[in-house]
């Protein structure tokens, strides 16, 4: 579903039927506030890299002073090799491994 910003989010979820107005986001909660979509790294997540089986976390950690803004904190899961820490843009490198065309020859 498309979120506020104009980006499409599976985390996003918004009723508008029949004049509701209900938004809310199913990775980060209660937590959620609709200007965080703006600088969420999800959706940019989910264009990059669509395996099965990462699962993303996420939070909204408390900025240190007041002018710092709000940001959504990302970290990936994966399911097959139980691992984490690694960046979710590029997954975990062994669910879906390179073609041989890619790999640097020794």
């Known amino acids: 579903m498309k979120t506020p910003?104009?980006?499409?989010?599976?985390?996003?979820?918004?009723d508008y039927y029949r004049g509701r107005d209900h938004e809310?986001?199913?990775l980060l909660g209660?937590?959620?506030?609709?200007?965080?979509?703006?600088?969420?790294?999800?959706?940019?997540?989910?264009r990059a890299n669509a395996c099965e089986f990462m699962q993303l976390?996420?939070?909204v950690p408390r900025p240190l002073t007041a002018a710092f803004q709000r940001r959504v904190k990302v970290t990936?899961?994966?399911?097959?090799?139980?691992?984490s820490g690694f960046d979710p843009h590029i997954g975990c490198g062994e669910c879906h491994p390179l073609p041989p065309v890619f790999e640097v020859k020794k």
């Not at 910003?5 to 918004?14: L, Q, V």
């Open 24 to 26: 809310e986001c199913r």
């Open 76 to 83: 990936a899961f994966c399911e097959k090799t139980r691992r």
């Open 30 to 46: 209660a937590a959620w506030t609709r200007d965080l979509c703006r600088t969420c790294p999800v959706p940019s997540i989910g």
């Open 5 to 14: 910003a104009g980006s499409e989010c599976k985390y996003f979820y918004g």
């Open 57 to 59: 976390r996420g939070e």
